[in-house]
Structure formats: structure tokens, C-alpha cells
């Protein structure tokens, strides 16, 4: 399983971007999917997951600091997992990481067993 993502870059407060993980070697539908990042000196943290949960019925999760901003979405087509930002912040900069994993306790990077190399977000205020 290899993960790439792509669409960091530099975007001024309160602008969008959209970040993409091509998933290779496995549907993803068949992983948990997260997105992760982490800011200079610190932890990586959770931003989203999305999960199968039986049928065609998928479960998405945010982290507090990103809902209502982020939304994470699948292409099966494409076998791409998305990451949709808007409204960003500052405090959004980091290396965002795609990661494939079990279908369960997704906020936890212990749950990934693949991951991305990352893309930078970064953000002018």
C-alpha cells in the first residue's frame, strides 16, 4: 500500500485549499483513512478519518479545532481520499499526512499502518 499526497502550499488566512491522497495497491474503502499533521515542534495530531461502516455507508470524524471547517471525503474512482479545507487558519500550518489503518480508533496514529510523506499547508495571516 502506498499513499501520496498532494495540494499543500501557501494560502493566505481564511483561504482553501483542497489536499488529495492517491491510495495504490488497495482500495481505501477497505482501510480506515485518516489525515494527520503536525506543526514544528510538536506532536502529530488528528485532523480526520473516514471509515466504511458497512454497505455503502461511510462515518467521517474531525478533530474540534477543524469541524465545521475541514471535510474529508472518497473517490472511489480515483481511489483518492480528499482533504477540504477552508476558512484556514495559522494555526492550521503543518505537514499534513494521509495514513491507511484499521477501521477503528482512527484520532489514534497507533491505528495507521501506512502513511504518506506529506504535504505542507501554510498559512499567512
Known amino acids: 500500500v502506498r499513499l501520496a499526497e498532494s495540494g499543500g502550499g501557501l494560502v493566505q488566512a481564511g483561504g482553501s485549499l483542497r489536499l488529495s491522497c492517491v491510495v495504490s495497491?488497495?482500495?481505501?474503502?477497505?482501510?480506515?483513512m485518516g489525515w494527520f499533521r503536525q506543526a514544528p515542534g510538536k506532536d502529530r495530531e488528528f485532523v480526520a478519518s473516514?471509515?466504511?461502516?458497512?454497505?455503502?455507508?461511510?462515518?467521517?470524524d474531525y478533530a474540534d479545532s477543524v469541524k465545521g471547517r475541514f471535510t474529508i471525503s472518497g473517490d472511489s474512482d480515483k481511489n483518492t481520499v480528499i482533504l477540504q479545507m477552508d476558512s484556514l487558519k495559522p494555526d492550521d500550518e503543518g505537514i499534513y499526512y494521509c495514513?491507511?489503518?484499521?477501521?477503528?480508533?482512527?484520532?489514534?496514529?497507533?491505528?495507521?499502518?501506512?502513511w504518506g510523506q506529506g504535504t505542507r499547508v501554510t498559512v499567512s495571516s
Open positions: 495514513a491507511a489503518g484499521r477501521l477503528v480508533r482512527l484520532r489514534e496514529t497507533s491505528a495507521y499502518t501506512f
Open positions: 495497491g488497495t482500495p481505501f474503502r477497505a482501510y480506515g
Open positions: 473516514l471509515a466504511r461502516i458497512g454497505g455503502n455507508r461511510v462515518s467521517t
